[in-house]
Each structure stands twice: as C-alpha cells, then as structure tokens.
C-alpha cells in the first residue's frame, strides 16, 4: 500500500497527463468548430455559450488575460461569425456577446462528435463507475475551486 504522498504525487501526474490531453483535445476541437479558430477563442467560445450573453470584461475576469488580448479574440470570433456583439441595454457603451446560429450549430456539432468518441472509448466503464469518476472529478474541481 502507497502512502497519502504517493498517492498524491501519482494524481500530480495523472493530472498533468490529463491537462496535456486536454490542451491536445481543445486544439482539436477549435479546428473542428472552424478551421480558422484558436484555441484560446475556442475557449471564449465555450465560455459565452455557457454563460451569455456577457460583456467582454466579465471575461477578462474570468480568464484572467489581458483586455486587449480578449478584444482580440472577441473580434476574431465576430469575424468568423461564431459571436454576435450587440450594444449592452444597460450601458450604450458596452457590448454584450452571444452566441451566432452558426456558432452554436458547429459547436453542437463538435460537441455530439466529441460524447461519441468518449462513448466508444469509455464503453467498457459500467454506468455506475461513469457516474463515480464524474463525482469525484466534480469534488476534486470543487476542492481546488479558489487555486
């Protein structure tokens, strides 16, 4: 039996192995959605899916990268017609972005293709193991929530 420090040092490295995935996947899936798309406007893409429409400073803080490089690639995604930009009601200054038709269709599409592939790959795993690997996933997220 391993002790706790080894055990913490073997989930260090599953968990990088799973951030490089993760890096890999996130290209893979930019491309996907269109072949012109980065990564990190995959990301921003992703982002105003889940909790649109929003302001582009509401992004910087939540990536915590720099204004300009956000308006960036908020424009690159208005660009490729991923994103909408329509003045914010509440303050004629700002903008507020949401997801276009297209870009909720591509990333719908990417999204299904993706499921599949992890049903194929994860068929073996009964639905009870599916669903404890989400919780403890889910629980360790939670745990590092504030890092």
Not at 121 to 136: I, M, N, P, T, Y
Request: negative net charge.
């Amino acid at each position: 039996m391993s002790s706790r420090t080894d055990t913490l040092r073997d989930l260090e490295h599953e968990v990088t192995v799973m951030v490089r995935r993760i890096r890999r996947v996130i290209g893979v899936r930019a491309r996907a959605v269109h072949e012109s798309l980065q990564p990190a406007s995959y990301l921003i893409l992703s982002h105003v899916i889940e909790h649109g429409p929003v302001r582009a400073s509401s992004i910087v803080e939540v990536f915590d990268i720099d204004k300009g490089a956000i308006s960036r690639q908020v424009a690159h995604l208005v660009d490729l017609g991923l994103i909408d930009c329509t003045p914010d009601p509440d303050d004629g200054r700002a903008r507020l972005l949401t997801v276009s038709d297209e870009g909720a269709r591509r990333m719908r599409d990417v999204g299904d293709q993706r499921r599949k592939l992890l049903e194929e790959r994860l068929g073996e795993w009964s639905d009870k193991e599916l669903e404890g690997f989400v919780r403890a996933l889910g629980r360790y997220n939670s745990a590092l929530n504030d890092l």
